[in-house]
């Protein structure tokens, strides 16, 4: 009777052992889709990439035209804004990684910096300065006779003016990625690093045929932005092969980068004797706003089809072509006093080179 009680009690621990497994295990996962990291010998790779990007964004606005001016310093009638929009212009990013022997770990790392500068110019009988009244109350005074319209020959305004903005933008990355193929068709590589941001606008203003009792004023004025940030970046790469070497890629990359911000404005007012031309005096201003802490997000994306070959020594190499953008949230401040964006976008093209 103990044996056939044991023999019974063995029997019901199974059942209810079989009974629990057929409840929570889940369906079964077809092999087409498993989730796997390559297995991959030692690799350098070196890439180049050019990009023909624009600023976008608002721009600078530079002068304000008005249909009419009051004598006592103050114009009147509808504000027509003139602006100078940023161009599409030439960057450059290089990047150098390394590929673990194993499974499928790297290590990058990357820069991209452009460079562009974009001019505009009009003319009018009344065109004011707004870059000059920003600079004035930053620095906290009214002496600029074109900050308190005190002369009143042309109403306080110019004939002439014209503007320049220019933007400088670096930035570079060390990231460590893994690469994870799913299925046989579709690799990813998520990343996490650092990321560091240089982006400094320029913005400069002219202006003449101003008039202040017997002199002829001219005007020349300056505005700079500039951040330096440091953060945590992460994002992901994706790859969807479509056979005989082609692929479409894409990439989505998210920073967060704490740094600081400053502005410097400044302006000067030059005074030429009407009859003669030699100049006679100069007032010059200049404000330092400090330095401002701040966490500026950034998000950026890229999207294009590729071609690779390996060859049958240890190298190979690829090329890439498609659209990028970028975004640096609230990092500008502005001559009116508000803060923008910084953001790019435009086509890219892009070589590597793979050594092993």
Not at 69 to 90: F, L
Not at 272 to 294: F, I, N
Request: aromatic share 12%; hydrophobic share 35%.
């Amino acid at each position: 009777m103990k044996q056939i009680s044991l023999v019974l009690l063995g029997l019901g621990l199974a059942s209810a052992t079989a009974y629990a497994g057929a409840i929570e295990t889940p369906l079964a996962v077809s092999n087409d889709i498993n989730i796997t990291a390559p297995d991959q010998t030692g690799l350098w790779s070196f890439g180049a990439t050019a990009v023909l990007m624009r600023p976008i964004g608002g721009g600078f606005n530079y002068a304000n035209s008005r249909s009419s001016a009051t004598t006592d310093g103050n114009t009147s009638g509808s504000i027509d804004r003139n602006v100078v929009h940023p161009s599409y212009s030439w960057w450059f990013g290089a990047d150098v990684s390394y590929a673990f022997p194993g499974n499928g770990r790297d290590v990058m790392l990357a820069y991209e910096g452009m460079h562009t500068s974009t001019k505009d110019s009009t003319d009018g009988n009344f065109l004011s300065s707004p870059f000059a009244y920003s600079a004035n109350t930053a620095a906290n005074n009214g002496n600029s006779v074109f900050a308190n319209g005190s002369y009143t020959t042309n109403g306080g305004t110019f004939t002439s003016a014209s503007g320049k903005a220019e933007v400088n933008y670096g930035a570079g990355d060390l990231i460590f990625g893994q690469k994870l193929d799913v299925g046989t068709r579709i690799r990813l590589h998520p990343f996490a690093g650092l990321r560091y941001a240089y982006i400094d606008h320029k913005n400069t203003g002219d202006y003449a045929g101003g008039s202040y009792t017997t002199y002829n004023v001219t005007e020349n004025a300056k505005f700079d932005s500039t951040f330096n940030g440091i953060g945590p970046r992460f994002g992901s790469d994706a790859q969807a092969n479509l056979g005989q070497g082609f692929s479409v890629r894409g990439r989505l990359g998210l920073s967060a980068l704490i740094g600081a911000r400053k502005t410097d404005s400044s302006f000067v007012d030059s005074y030429y004797d009407s009859s003669t031309g030699v100049l006679v005096a100069t007032d010059a201003q200049s404000a330092d706003t400090g330095t401002q802490m701040r966490v500026v997000p950034e998000i950026d994306g890229r999207l294009g089809v590729a071609y690779t070959h390996d060859s049958a020594t240890s190298m190979g190499w690829g090329i890439e072509a498609g659209w990028q953008a970028e975004n640096y949230f609230n990092s500008n401040r502005n001559v009116s006093g508000s803060t923008s964006d910084f953001a790019l976008q435009g086509p890219y093209a892009r070589l590597q080179l793979d050594v092993a």
